[in-house]
């Protein structure tokens, strides 16, 4: 084995465990200690990148791999020098990654909330580092064309399935989709190891409930990675997951509007439309996104106190809404700069 070699285990061991440490502690509710592992697998397999295009590098290009964590910078060299041109990860979800490990210790963050405003992590955050660090992972497997370099053949070769394999696949549409691929990796075909998607998307350890497999399988046409916003203050925190699975129970407190809803969803995608209930103006309002958009969001007010009937259904609400929509989509048109996302065969059905 070469020393290049040697040392991309190495970096696929360390991404492995960051990597289902932090899915594990998501999964437990420890929404501090986890977005923070989960930037250090998006860190190592950066490195791991560019360590990989060595002979290519400049003075500058070491300066960036041995100090800080500056994922920007060292995912657009790494595109820049060919190994990782074929990914597509929103900018925006890197600064988000790095501005986590400006929250590891109280100083920072309170620096991070005077100069941003806020910041949140949730559980259906953790599927946009899926889909970054996957497909990391397989453009480091691809450029080596050495399968033994994914991540993906660790779990598989463990002595038992314990809680970082359990992580590792739990309600993980994009580590589930490549199973069959980990599994015909050099050695896994003999280890006896040939388990189920099925079986593994949904793990007793942990508290978060997900949904069936196929439901779960969607999620990755979402372009989470691609597509990631990083909102600014006074602009709202996009969940595209939770829209699309209907983890919504405000929709059910609807009385008159909830055809609106439906309409909205219709013409936006399920992903793009959420319902929230403003509890200090009493108003049920409806957001609308488009992650690809410059004016990426607009909201509409469904009902509220003083109002609860605004769009009982009848030809002019029908209208007016329709009217809504079409200046909704003008606003949308002008697209964010720097936008990247997966041409059209990558995608073989719209979940958007």
């Not at 598989?156 to 580590?175: C, D, E, I, K, Y």
């Not at 609106?260 to 049920?284: I, P």
């Amino acid at each position: 084995m070469t020393k290049e070699r040697f040392q991309a285990y190495e970096f696929r061991d360390r991404r492995f465990e960051f990597y289902s440490s932090g899915r594990m502690l998501v999964f437990q509710g420890a929404f501090c200690a986890a977005p923070m592992l989960l930037a250090y697998a998006l860190e190592s397999g950066l490195k791991a990148a560019l360590l990989a295009v060595r002979a290519m590098w400049t003075p500058k290009d070491e300066d960036l791999v041995e100090r800080g964590h500056k994922l920007r910078e060292l995912y657009l060299r790494a595109r820049t020098l060919g190994i990782l041109q074929r990914t597509f990860i929103s900018l925006d979800l890197l600064e988000y990654a790095e501005d986590h490990f400006g929250r590891r210790y109280p100083s920072g963050c309170d620096r991070l909330l005077e100069e941003k405003g806020y910041w949140s992590f949730g559980s259906n955050k953790v599927f946009a580092f899926d889909d970054a660090i996957c497909q990391i992972d397989d453009a480091l497997v691809n450029w080596s064309g050495d399968p033994v370099e994914s991540m993906g053949r660790v779990p598989l070769l463990q002595p038992l399935r314990g809680p970082l394999v359990h992580a590792f696949f739990h309600s993980n549409p994009f580590t589930l989709a490549r199973l069959v691929r980990y599994q015909a990796s050099p050695g896994i075909g003999h280890s006896g190891k040939q388990w189920s998607a099925e079986e593994l998307h949904q793990s007793k350890e942990f508290r978060y409930v997900g949904y069936p497999y196929p439901r779960v399988l969607e999620l990755q046409w979402l372009n989470l990675a691609a597509l990631f916003r990083y909102p600014r203050q006074g602009e709202p925190d996009p969940d595209p997951v939770g829209n699309y699975l209907d983890r919504c129970s405000v929709y059910d407190r609807l009385l008159f509007s909830k055809w609106v809803v439906v309409r909205l969803k219709e013409a936006f995608g399920s992903s793009n439309v959420a319902v929230e209930n403003d509890s200090a103006t009493n108003e049920f309002r409806a957001v609308v996104i488009d992650r690809t958009a410059r004016k990426w969001w607009r909201t509409i007010v469904l009902e509220s106190r003083k109002d609860p009937g605004p769009w009982i259904l009848n030809d002019l609400a029908r209208r007016k809404l329709d009217e809504w929509i079409s200046s909704t989509k003008d606003q949308f048109r002008r697209k964010r700069r720097g936008l990247r996302v997966p041409p059209q065969e990558h995608k073989t059905r719209s979940a958007a």
